[in-house]
Structure formats: structure tokens, C-alpha cells
């Protein structure tokens, strides 16, 4: 390039940039401001665009917007401690990529050639070219159809691989196994054909090479020192992917279980088809394509088959073509020399399998071509001791011993030392201990350098006015920090799966380190997004800059190379130097593709060897350079995104539930815990490759959730409880018995962690740990405030204190205040109504139930002011509901009833007694007369109740009649629980209702306010007329509910009357007639009470059971039978009968005073009378009391002889 050139190309190059450069810059600052503002006010709208350059031929990229995924929190791009870069929160995103080249390989390769050129060279650049891309997407579609599928097959089969969810397996199905595996045998028939195809490939790709290496001359180019680095590289790195899918496969134990379950499966069908609806002849094709799959996929031997079937199909064309030999050897040199750079430099990580899968490969293609042993410890052995593993993929790990040996199978011998290469693992244990000690070091302070000075550098200057030194730090920081990111990704990989194949606990402190190395992969991550646009347009400034200094050189190169003396021996090469050179340039003066960095790096490995004819080493050295720095910036995105990848934690997902721990004892971490979401969102992104991707998503995030929830939320919830019990406590002023210094144990700074904005793992559910805390708070303090409603003004000062303190806004329960005194609550009783009409007894006139027994000491009580205050916790509507199920439990035990008194034995003898009590009525009524009738109806109702007793006892010795006595008093029980929450009820609403001065006369404050409003509007204000209108509704309320005259027993007879009056129910007509039984019964049944409670016996506790009159009083009414029984006058002859034989009594004790024993005798015989005496009248008087509650209005008319008794 001439002088004038030089200065026209300059004075282009720079016009353009100085135009683009201002395109960029005034795009950017739109960019940024329609970012910022979208972000800051939590914008979900989408932002859709395109970028693009003006055509030029220094365009490198495809700058595009593209809609981001949304989120419902709100995102902000300003500096802040809890602060996460998310790509997929932001609506627009530039994404840097190689331009799709729309010319093909002959297009690039095939120009004209220099008049001092070669023309073959463009014959052989592009074969060269086609097959290097063909390993290339070969090696491509490998990883990106098919490892990834064998890899995750089997997710949720196997019971080891540590899930702690509880959700069902895949294996729990009968024949699941089966039908995934016969799912997957259409991707491995694919899998098949790509060996095939890799075979014949890989095969033509020797062809070819021995064809240009031939050892016969002529040759089409000069081939001396010519070196293809690069075209072996790529047929390098497909047999590493060969290798690395055996590894895979032979890992992959449950597709070997359910592959031998289906085998035997179709040999089952085979020998009954006919069973099977099956064709026979299909069967026979199918199982020769298993036969085929098992051999050459499952054995895991697929490497091995892949080289013998080479070997079978070509080895005589260039088994012994010692100069393609040579060329191997010298590739496998170059490459070796550069494996400790590359992989403990962390740049090729694969590089050390490529390396061993090209050594047996040349080894078997060339075994007379050179010294294997020689070749292997001159070349491998020392590099592969400082390697001694590989992370591949997955949880597997490449062993260089493992592989050696599983490759040569005996051969060994011929091609390296055993005992050489056993010596590798020996060494393992402390490459392991110091890849370990080695994370101690703060990666955590070189990434916070590398951010803040690449920050630095983005926004020192304006894009217009860079200069070259400013483009060369940017480049620097640019590559320093993907160095960085593969760093941190290789020795993350390598370490957690070291210890898995060697089976070695991680102790804690190791796992905490492992996972701030993926903090840092996504905090890196996150800054290459974050400064995103600049990083764009200074990156294309870099690539524009790099390309022109290459051409440069080029230039020179090719200047040189015509400048020199003409000598035949040299002639060759220089041509085919200046045509490569051609080609190379050609390349860089377009934009950069995938293609054309293809050419350009073969093209490059090509003029390489030929740097002898150029006058200077700079060249030489810049070129190389130039082109990988090239590459680096070319592919940065992409680059990025692949070492910042972390979803290997998902086949190491137990390591986070030590991790979330860690950050929870470290609040001041906790800011780090949405970091790791976007680790468990790129699992999700690996997951979707599954066989069974739902399934193992399932699993997986029930997982994740398990961990998160035991080892962070829990304990956060249990803290910030705690904590603000503690301060609810603060005023009482009491010492701690061993008080907990805040310098010995630390104060955790639980505030850190509410302050943590949402976070999600797919952009739908998220999660926000404030909302977590505050529903648990809700939760939990309305679960106890309900059982403990007294402590409701605790649990108040502690939500005010959790906003003070945490910014917690916990929801207010609606639970009104409660008392100490309230007892036992009305709703309680009510939904276990039966219960409590059996453990209570109830006192007429005092309106109380007693408890009958109690483990305790003492015996709880109902009143009428229990129930009051009962009332104010859930209302007056209670009493609609007690009448309810008042209802629900008289209707069964009135059932009970009529089946009793159905009985014929009972209807018998009731009809006989009634019968004879109407006969002996009608005699003459003398007062001697009056006895006898008395005496026969007690007479008569001892008998009933002694033949009652005949019919059989319960275990606890109760008669019949006993159990009907019983029965009577738990109605009466739920009538005087009916009464005594009717007069609670009045006792809540006079409590309301005393601050109303006259009850007749109520005046409206509405009404008085409107009147002042007359006088001077300008002082009352509407909210003063609504608070009126609001006191005036309340006590109208309240004097409604206090007026309520419903009679609830009234409401109860009615309910019950019309039934058991109707003919149907005739066998209860003589309900009257069992009452003096029945009273007899209640009296013995007081009479012991009573003295076993003055023996202070702890079986019984009953001194009061005014249920039973309640009982009967009920019954007599809705029987309508009142009339019948005053016509007994059973109390009044009672009470005659009880006088006459206690008098007898007394005059027997008189005539008994000579003989002592028979006088004690009738002392306790007139004592027992009295006592039964009043016993019988308290029944008299109670169940007169009783009987005012239901009004004898409808009473039928007693009989002709009930004018001449008393009514009692």
C-alpha cells in the first residue's frame, strides 16, 4: 500500500468513525434515558425497536432492541446495596453478536489473486475452510441436541440423587421406565446416523489432508512448514465431544436400568406377538436397531467404535503417509505446549480431553508413523500431572487414567507407561486441597476492582473523543474480566465434582466459598448488562481499531514479501504467502461473521508458517494477536453468558440449603439471596432440554423452595416474632437471668433482609421476603389472638412495633377485645351443646350452670355476666343461634322421649296407674279418705319405679327411669341455657344502654345539629353532621335490640306442640303419669348427691340440678298436660303421706325410749322422711317457678274432679 493509500484509507476510516461514533452516542443517550425512566416508576410496558449502522464495511455486530420479560415489582438502575442486574427485568436490551454472513465459503476464499500469487490456494483455502466448519457444526449439533438430552434423562427415576421434596417420583408409575425410554429411542436412532455421519466424515477429513500432505510431489501448495492449527483444532474438539458423551452415557445409570428393563420387555413380545397385537416382522427391525444402539451408543464405547470404524474404512490411503503423521505430531506439540496456558489459564477448559482423544487417535491411525511412548511422555504425561481432571459436563468429570486405560483394552503397552499414568490419580487428593486452599482468596476484591475501573473507563470521556489508549484499557478490562468469569466458572465445576467422583464430604466454609464464586459469575454478569450500550458502541470503536491495525500489517507483510530478491527455492512459498495473506485481508475488510473469522484464522495459521519471509517478528506477533483479540470482543456476549451459566448447581442443588443458612446468619449478606434466583432460573433454562422437563422442574423448585423455606424464611419469621416479643416486654423492667451481650454474640440485622426487593425464578412468582414475614405475622397473631382473645392489646403493640421497627405492615385481625371473666364463650357452648348439658348442672334461681366433675381443683362456672361479655365478643345475633340449635337438640331428644314411652311395658303399666288413680279420685274426699289416696299414689309410684328397675341397670347402675330422669334434665338444662342467654343479652344492651338518659324519650343528635347548623353554618362541618347521623343510627340500634320482646320459649312450644299433639303421638298422653316416678327418682338422686358431697367425694360434685323441673315444666306445656297432672295433686298427697309417716315416727321413738337401738333406728327413719320431705317440696317449689316461664292460657280443662285439688 502506497503512501497516498495509507493517507485515503486513514482519512476515510476516520470520517466514518467520527459519524458513526455520533450515530451511536445520540442513540445511546435515548437508550439509557428511556431505560432510566421506565425502570424508576416500575413501567411494564414493552419498548420495541431496531439499530442499525449505516452500511459500511467495518460494520461487526447487530446492534438490535429487543422486549425484555417483565416484572410486576419495580426496577431501578440506581446504585444500591440490594441492587440486581437482571436482563429480563429491563424492557430493552442490546444484544452484540457476529452478523449472519450472507456470502458462502466460495465467495470469501475465491478473489482475485496477486499477479505473483498462487491460484491453488483458493482450491485448498476452501476445502480447508468447508471441512473445519463441517467439525465445527458437527461438534455443535452434538452438544446442543444430544448431550444435553442422555444428561438430564432420568431426572426424578433416581431415589439417590438427593431431592429432599415430597413430590412423586417418576419411578412410583408402573412401566414409566418403559415409555421413557422408548420416547428416547427415536433421538438415540439420531444419535446413530450423527456417528455415522461424524465417521464418514471425519474420514473424507483425512482423505483430504493426506491428499494435501502427500509425500509424492507435485504438490498443489507448499507444504514444508505449512501448520493448519486450526483445522485440527476442530477435529480435535469433536472427538473431545465423543469422549465426553461416553463419559455421560457410562454415568447415566438409570437409562442403563430402564434400557435392560425394555430389552427384556421386546423379548418377551417377540415370543408372543400374536398376544401383543404386534407384527412380527416389525419386531425383528426394532430389535436389530436396540441391537445396533446397545452396541455402538450404550456400551459407552462410542470413541473406540469411532476410531476402528476409520480405521476400516481408510486406513490404507494415510496409515502411512508419514508426513500427515508428522503434521499430527507437531499439532498434538503445539497443542500440548499450550494446555497449561490454555486450562490453567482457565481459557480452553475441554483442551486436555481433545488433546487425549487426538493422541489415540494418531497413535491407532499411525502406529508406524512415531514413537508412542515417546510422543506420550514428551508431550502429555507432565501436562496431564498438572491437570489430573476435567469438569465436563454435568456432575461428570474427566479422569486422564480412567480413559487411557478404557481406551487401549490391553494395548496399553505399545502406546504409554501404565504405570506412568496411574501415577496421575495419585497426586489427586492434593491437586483437590489446593484448588480448595486456593478460594480463600478474595475473588470478591478483584471483581469489585475490575468493576469500578471499567466503569471508569466507560464514562471518563464522551464516544466521540476516545482516543487509542483509552480504547486499549476498555479492550483490557473487556478480556480481563471474561478472564475472570472462567475463572471463577472452572475452578466451581472442577471442585464440586472432584469431590463428588471421590466421594469426599464439603465441609461448609468450602461450600460458602463455592457459592460466592456464582455470586460473582452473575454479578459479572450483571455488570457486562449494566453497562451494556456503552460496551456496545466501545467495543465496535476496539473491533474497527484491531481490524485496521491488521490490515496495516498486512500490508507490510505482503510489501515485504514482494520487495524480496527473486530465488526459486523460496518462489512456492512466497506465492502461496501472498495469496493466503490476500484472503486474510479480503476477510477483515468486511464485517465480522462467523465465516469470515473462520477464513481469516486459517487463512492466519497459513501465513504463519510462512513469517520467515517478513523482514520483521512484529508482524508475526500482532497478526495472532489481532485476530484473537478479534474473536474475544466478536464473541463476548456470547462468551459471557456461557462462563457465567451456572445451572450446574442444579445436579448439586443440596449445597444451597448450607448456603441459605450462611446468608441468614450473615444478614448483612442477605442482599446476595436474589443472585442466587438468577442461578436457579439458568437450572430452569438447562431443565427445559429434559425428557421429562416438567417433571424435573417440579422437583427441582420444590427443592429449592424446601431449602429456602427450612434455612432462611422459618428462622426469619421465628426471629422477627421473637424479637418483637421482646420489645413488647421491654417496660416490666426485669432483669435477665443470664443477659446476652450484644459484643459476644452479635445483633442481627434482620432489617437488611425486608429491604431485599422481590426476586422470581421465572418472572412470575416472586417472592418477597416482607410479604412473607408480614403474612406469617397476620397469621400467627390472629391464630392466637382468637385463642387467647385477651391478649389482643399484646398483640397490638407488637404489630406497631413491627412497622417502627421493620416496616412491616401486618393486617389487623377483627377480633374485638376480650375479658378475663368471660369464661367459657357462648360459641363454644353452643357447637357442643349436648356435651354441655351433660357436664353442667343448672339453678333455677340464681341463672348459673356448675360444672358436675373436673380434673381440677375447682369447678367452672356460667353466669349471666359470662355470657354478657361473651355476647360483646361475637354480638346479640347469638341468640338466634342458640335458639337453633336449641331446636336441633330438643328434636332428638324428644325423639328419645316418644321411643320411651312407646315402650309397652312402660305404656302398660302407666295406663294401669292412671287408670286407678281416676277410680279411687271418685270415692268420698274425708281426710282419712285423703290418706289412703295419698298413700296409694305413692304406693303406686314406688312400685312403678322399683318394677322399672326389674327391666335391667346400666354399669353405672342406672335404671330406665333413671336414664329418662336424665334425659328430662339435659332438656331442661338447654331451656335454662336458652333463659340465661336471654338475660345476658338484656345485661350487655342495659350495660350500652345506661348512658341514654330517658329510654321513651330519645333525642336525635342529627336533629340538633341541623338546628346549631341554622345558627352558624360556617361551624359545623359535614364530617360533625355524619358523626351525628352515625349516633343517632347506634342508639336507635341499640333501643331496637333492648325492646326485643321475642319469647324464645314460646318459640320453642310452638315449635314442637302441633307434632306431638297429633293423634300419631297418642302413647304420649300419659306422659303425666311417670312424673311421680320421676320425682321419686330425682330425690334419691339429690339425696345422694347431696351426701356424697358433704362426705367430700370427689366422684360427685352436683348440689343443684334445676334442669329437671325446666324438663318437665317444658314438657307439661308443649303435651299440653298441665291440667292432667295438677289433677293428681301428687305434691300435696306426697307431702300428707311424708307428714303422717314421719309423725308415726316420731311417736315410735317415743314409745322406743326403753330400747336404745330401736330408738336410733326410727330417729333415722323420721331424719330420712324430713329429708325427703324437702327434697320434695324444693321439687314443688322449682317446678311451680318452672311452670310460670310457659302461660297456662291454652290449657284444656281439667276433669270434673280437678275443682276439688289444689293446684300446685
Not at 455520533?22 to 425512566?37: K, Q
Not at 448450607?658 to 438447562?686: G, H, M
Not at 389482643?792 to 385481625?813: F, G, N, P
Request: aromatic share 10%.
Amino acid at each position: 500500500m502506497d503512501e497516498a493509500d495509507v493517507v485515503a484509507y486513514n482519512t476515510l476510516t476516520d470520517q466514518y468513525l467520527k459519524k458513526f461514533g455520533n450515530f451511536i452516542e445520540n442513540h445511546f443517550c435515548t437508550l439509557v434515558r428511556t431505560v432510566s425512566e421506565d425502570a424508576c416508576r416500575g413501567s411494564s410496558g414493552r419498548a420495541n425497536g431496531n439499530l442499525s449502522s449505516s452500511s459500511g464495511d467495518y460494520s461487526s455486530s447487530d446492534v438490535s432492541t429487543t422486549a425484555g420479560e417483565q416484572s410486576t415489582n419495580s426496577v431501578t438502575l440506581h446504585t444500591s446495596s440490594h441492587h440486581i442486574w437482571n436482563n429480563l427485568l429491563h424492557p430493552i436490551k442490546l444484544r452484540w453478536t457476529p452478523i449472519a454472513e450472507s456470502a458462502n465459503f466460495e465467495e470469501l476464499t475465491c478473489i482475485p489473486h496477486p499477479l505473483d500469487g498462487n491460484p491453488d490456494v483458493q482450491k485448498v483455502m476452501l476445502v480447508l475452510v468447508t471441512i473445519t466448519n463441517q467439525a465445527r457444526s458437527l461438534k455443535e449439533v452434538g452438544y446442543r441436541t444430544f448431550l444435553q438430552a442422555i444428561l438430564l434423562y432420568g431426572d426424578g427415576y433416581d431415589s439417590d440423587s438427593g431431592s429432599s421434596s415430597e413430590a412423586p417420583s417418576l419411578a412410583e408409575t408402573e412401566g414409566e421406565g418403559h415409555v421413557s425410554i422408548a420416547r428416547l429411542i427415536p433421538l438415540l436412532l439420531e444419535l446413530l446416523e450423527f456417528i455415522q455421519e461424524c465417521t464418514e466424515f471425519v474420514g473424507h477429513w483425512m482423505l483430504q489432508l493426506a491428499a494435501l500432505f502427500k509425500e509424492s510431489k507435485p504438490h498443489v501448495v507448499a507444504i514444508s512448514n505449512l501448520q493448519l492449527y486450526t483445522v485440527f483444532k476442530e477435529l480435535s474438539d469433536l472427538l473431545g465431544f465423543l469422549v465426553i458423551l461416553d463419559e455421560v452415557i457410562r454415568s447415566q445409570v438409570v437409562l442403563q436400568e430402564h434400557w435392560l428393563k425394555y430389552r427384556q420387555m421386546i423379548k418377551s413380545v417377540r415370543a408372543d406377538s400374536r398376544s401383543f397385537d404386534t407384527e412380527a416382522g416389525n419386531l425383528v427391525q426394532l430389535d436389530r436397531d436396540l441391537i445396533q444402539i446397545d452396541k455402538y451408543i450404550l456400551s459407552a464405547n462410542i470413541f473406540r467404535n469411532f476410531v476402528d470404524s476409520v480405521l476400516q474404512q481408510n486406513h490404507r490411503y494415510f496409515s502411512r503417509n508419514l508426513v500427515l503423521a508428522e503434521k499430527f505430531q507437531s499439532f498434538l506439540i503445539t497443542l500440548a505446549s499450550n494446555l497449561d496456558k490454555d486450562f490453567v489459564n482457565h481459557t480452553e477448559e475441554f483442551r486436555p480431553v481433545s488433546l487425549a482423544a487426538t493422541y489415540i487417535f494418531a497413535a491407532f491411525l499411525f502406529p508406524a508413523g512415531f514413537d508412542t511412548k515417546r510422543q506420550f511422555q514428551k508431550v502429555m504425561l507432565e501436562h496431564l500431572r498438572r491437570i489430573q481432571a476435567v469438569a465436563i459436563t454435568g456432575s461428570h468429570i474427566w479422569l486422564p487414567e480412567v480413559f487411557f486405560t478404557s481406551c487401549v483394552q490391553g494395548n496399553g503397552s505399545k502406546l504409554f507407561d501404565s504405570r506412568a499414568i496411574q501415577s496421575i490419580s495419585s497426586s489427586r487428593q492434593s491437586f483437590l486441597q489446593q484448588k480448595v486452599s486456593s478460594l480463600a482468596k478474595d475473588k470478591g476484591i478483584q471483581y469489585s476492582s475490575w468493576a469500578l475501573r471499567l466503569q471508569e473507563v466507560l464514562f471518563m470521556k464522551e464516544l466521540s473523543g476516545i482516543n487509542m489508549a483509552d480504547l486499549s484499557r476498555k479492550c483490557t478490562l473487556i478480556v480481563e474480566g471474561t478472564k475472570l468469569a472462567q475463572n471463577l466458572s472452572q475452578n466451581f465445576r472442577l471442585i464440586l465434582n472432584l469431590h463428588a467422583s471421590m466421594g469426599k464430604p464439603i465441609g461448609k466454609n468450602v461450600v460458602v466459598h463455592l457459592c460466592q464464586m456464582l455470586e460473582l459469575l452473575k454479578s459479572i454478569q450483571g455488570t457486562f448488562f449494566q453497562f451494556n450500550v456503552r460496551l456496545c458502541c466501545s467495543t465496535m470503536y476496539i473491533v474497527q481499531y484491531v481490524m485496521h491495525t491488521a490490515l496495516v500489517h498486512i500490508r507490510a507483510a505482503q510489501k515485504s514479501i514482494l520487495n524480496m530478491s527473486d530465488n526459486r527455492k523460496v518462489d512456492e512459498t512466497r506465492a502461496d504467502a501472498l495469496s493466503v495473506l490476500k484472503i486474510l485481508e479480503h476477510c477483515l475488510r468486511g464485517s465480522i461473521s462467523g465465516k469470515r473469522l473462520l477464513v481469516a484464522q486459517i487463512a492466519l495459521d497459513w501465513a504463519s508458517s510462512s513469517n520467515r519471509f517478513w523482514r520483521d517478528d512484529e508482524t508475526s506477533m500482532i497478526l495472532p494477536a489481532a485476530m484473537d483479540r478479534i474473536d474475544q470482543l466478536v464473541n463476548l456476549e456470547r462468551s459471557v453468558d456461557h462462563y457465567c451459566n451456572c445451572s450446574l448447581v442444579y445436579f448439586h442443588r443440596v449445597i444451597l440449603s448450607t448456603y441459605f443458612s450462611s446468608l441468614y446468619v450473615n444478614p448483612q449478606d442477605s442482599s446476595k439471596l436474589p443472585l442466587i434466583f438468577l442461578i436457579i432460573r439458568d437450572c430452569l433454562a438447562l431443565l427445559r432440554g429434559s425428557p421429562h422437563s416438567e417433571h424435573a422442574e417440579r422437583v427441582f423448585m420444590a427443592d429449592i423452595e424446601s431449602y429456602l423455606k427450612t434455612q432462611f424464611i422459618e428462622r426469619l419469621c421465628q426471629d422477627v416474632e421473637t424479637d418483637l416479643r421482646i420489645l413488647s416486654h421491654t417496660h416490666l423492667q426485669v432483669e435477665a437471668v443470664d443477659p446476652v451481650s450484644p459484643f459476644r454474640s452479635g445483633v442481627k440485622e434482620l432489617e437488611n433482609i425486608m429491604e431485599i426487593p422481590n426476586f422470581s425464578s421465572d418472572n412470575v412468582n416472586n417472592v418477597s421476603m416482607k410479604s412473607i414475614v408480614e403474612h406469617y405475622m397476620s397469621k400467627t397473631f390472629y391464630n392466637l389472638a382468637s385463642v387467647a382473645l385477651h391478649d389482643w392489646q399484646s398483640y397490638a403493640t407488637m404489630r406497631v412495633l413491627a412497622w417502627d421497627k421493620y416496616k412491616l405492615h401486618i393486617l389487623d385481625d377483627h377480633l374485638p377485645g376480650h375479658s378475663l371473666e368471660q369464661g367459657r364463650d357462648i360459641l363454644e357452648i353452643v357447637r357442643n351443646l349436648p356435651q354441655f348439658v351433660a357436664e353442667f348442672t343448672y339453678n333455677l334461681n340464681n341463672q348459673v350452670f356448675v360444672q358436675v366433675n373436673s380434673p381440677n381443683k375447682h369447678l367452672d362456672t356460667v353466669n349471666i355476666r359470662h355470657l354478657a361479655n361473651s355476647l360483646r365478643t361475637h354480638g346479640p345475633g347469638m341468640a338466634n343461634t342458640t335458639i337453633n340449635f336449641t331446636y336441633r337438640f330438643l328434636r332428638s331428644k324428644i325423639h328419645n322421649l316418644s321411643q320411651f314411652l312407646y315402650d309397652e311395658q312402660i305404656k302398660s303399666r302407666l295406663s294401669k296407674d292412671i287408670r286407678l288413680f281416676k277410680q279411687s279420685y271418685q270415692e268420698p274426699t274425708a281426710a282419712a279418705q285423703n290418706y289412703t289416696y295419698a298413700t296409694l299414689l305413692f304406693d303406686r309410684a314406688m312400685k312403678f319405679k322399683k318394677g322399672i328397675r326389674k327391666l335391667g341397670l346400666t354399669q353405672d347402675g342406672l335404671s330406665p327411669l333413671d336414664q329418662f330422669r336424665i334425659l328430662i334434665s339435659h332438656i331442661g338444662n338447654a331451656l335454662g341455657f336458652v333463659r340465661l342467654v336471654r338475660s345476658g343479652g338484656s345485661h350487655f344492651l342495659a350495660g350500652g344502654y345506661q348512658f341514654v338518659p330517658d329510654l321513651q324519650d330519645i333525642t336525635l343528635f342529627s336533629e340538633l345539629v341541623e338546628s346549631a347548623t341554622e345558627l352558624e353554618p360556617s361551624s359545623w362541618s359535614n364530617d360533625i353532621k355524619s358523626a351525628a347521623v352515625g349516633i343517632d343510627s347506634a342508639i336507635k340500634t341499640l333501643s331496637n335490640s333492648f325492646s326485643d320482646g321475642i319469647d324464645y320459649f314460646k318459640l320453642l312450644v310452638n315449635a314442637f306442640q302441633p307434632t306431638l299433639l297429633d293423634a300419631r303421638n297418642s302413647h304420649l298422653k300419659n306422659f303425666y303419669g311417670i312424673i311421680p316416678a320421676l320425682t321419686l327418682s330425682y330425690v334419691d338422686h339429690m339425696r345422694l348427691s347431696k351426701e356424697k358431697l358433704a362426705k367430700r367425694s370427689k366422684s360427685s360434685t352436683i348440689f343443684t340440678d334445676d334442669g329437671f323441673p325446666m324438663g318437665v315444666a317444658y314438657l307439661l306445656k308443649v303435651l299440653n298436660q298441665g291440667a292432667d297432672f295438677d289433677s293428681l295433686s301428687w305434691f300435696s298427697n306426697v307431702e300428707l303421706y311424708l307428714l303422717r309417716e314421719r309423725n308415726t315416727a316420731l311417736q315410735a321413738i317415743q314409745d322406743s325410749k326403753k330400747d336404745e337401738k330401736l330408738q336410733q333406728a326410727n330417729t333415722l327413719t323420721a331424719r330420712r322422711l324430713l329429708d325427703v320431705l324437702h327434697e320434695f317440696q324444693l321439687v314443688r317449689y322449682n317446678l311451680s317457678s318452672a311452670r310460670i316461664f310457659f302461660h297456662q292460657d291454652n290449657a284444656k280443662p281439667a276433669n270434673n274432679n280437678a275443682k276439688n285439688t289444689n293446684s300446685d
